[in-house]
């Protein structure tokens, strides 16, 4: 029998016991006390002007991120240049900043709009949250290439990425809220898929072999 993706599961080890089930009623007395005790915190919160704590509530599933940064005039060609040398290396199908990530699904540059010599670089991508773990490994792996890429546009810090709070702020300036976010599969991560994939692969490997 062919195991998929979505079939999938995390099962408990053989001979473990299964926690007991609380009742339903004592289930319900508990999430309605955790529900009352988050929105008093996000009321609080608002009453002082101040954003909902949520530091022990991190998003679930992929996240998006949206970027739109003014391009320093007369340097449009030079990110062009840059932007062209890493398509080549990713579409070489060699190693880039990228993957040693690990929580980026895929992330997109484009030049906007065509034809002017400034212009604004916009910038997509699909991550495994929350936000600041994902902006931290961009610092921590990936900060020759944003250094590369962002230097050509306009406010980039002085020291870089490798300065993640000058980045974070940076980033969060530019960054474009999205009004409408999709996920086709919006609870799997970089890592659980290419898992399915290399078992898929080697599932079928196996029936290739057992037919011949």
Same mark, same amino acid.
């Given at each position: /029998?062919?195991?998929?993706?979505?079939?999938?599961?995390?099962? #408990?080890?053989?001979?473990?016991?299964?926690?007991?089930?609380?009742?339903?009623? #004592?289930?319900?007395?508990?999430?309605?006390?955790?529900?009352?005790?988050?929105?008093?915190?996000?009321?609080?919160?608002?009453?002082?002007?101040?954003?909902?704590?949520?530091?022990?509530?991190?998003?679930?599933?992929?996240?998006?991120?949206?970027?739109?940064?003014?391009?320093?005039?007369?340097?449009?060609?030079?990110?062009?240049?840059?932007?062209?040398?890493?398509?080549?290396?990713?579409?070489?199908?060699?190693?880039?900043?990228?993957?040693?990530?690990?929580?980026?699904?895929?992330?997109?540059?484009?030049?906007?709009?065509?034809?002017?010599?400034?212009?604004?670089?916009?910038?997509?991508?699909?991550?495994?949250?929350?936000?600041?773990?994902?902006?931290?490994?961009?610092?921590?792996?990936?900060?020759?290439?944003?250094?590369?890429?962002?230097?050509?546009?306009?406010?980039?810090?002085?020291?870089?990425?490798?300065?993640?709070?000058?980045?974070?702020?940076?980033?969060?300036?530019?960054?474009?809220?999205?009004?409408?976010?999709?996920? #086709?599969?919006? /609870?799997?991560?970089?890592?659980?898929?290419?898992?399915?994939?290399?078992?898929?692969? #080697?599932?079928?490997? /196996?029936?290739? /072999?057992?037919?011949?």
């Amino acid at each position: /029998m062919l195991i998929w993706p979505c079939d999938l599961v995390e099962a #408990a080890p053989t001979g473990a016991q299964t926690p007991a089930t609380p009742p339903s009623d #004592a289930r319900s007395t508990v999430a309605g006390t955790l529900h009352e005790a988050r929105r008093r915190r996000v009321a609080d919160a608002a009453r002082v002007n101040s954003p909902p704590i949520t530091t022990d509530l991190p998003p679930a599933g992929t996240q998006p991120l949206t970027a739109l940064t003014p391009i320093t005039p007369g340097h449009r060609g030079q990110l062009q240049q840059v932007l062209a040398g890493l398509a080549r290396q990713i579409g070489s199908g060699g190693p880039t900043a990228l993957d040693e990530i690990g929580s980026v699904h895929f992330a997109r540059w484009a030049v906007l709009p065509i034809g002017h010599d400034a212009g604004s670089l916009l910038f997509t991508s699909n991550f495994d949250g929350p936000w600041d773990n994902y902006i931290e490994e961009f610092a921590a792996k990936s900060a020759p290439t944003f250094d590369a890429i962002y230097s050509h546009c306009q406010e980039w810090p002085p020291k870089g990425a490798r300065d993640v709070d000058a980045f974070k702020a940076y980033v969060r300036k530019f960054e474009v809220q999205a009004q409408v976010y999709y996920r #086709a599969y919006p /609870m799997a991560t970089v890592r659980q898929v290419r898992s399915a994939l290399r078992l898929k692969a #080697a599932t079928l490997t /196996m029936l290739d /072999m057992l037919n011949q």
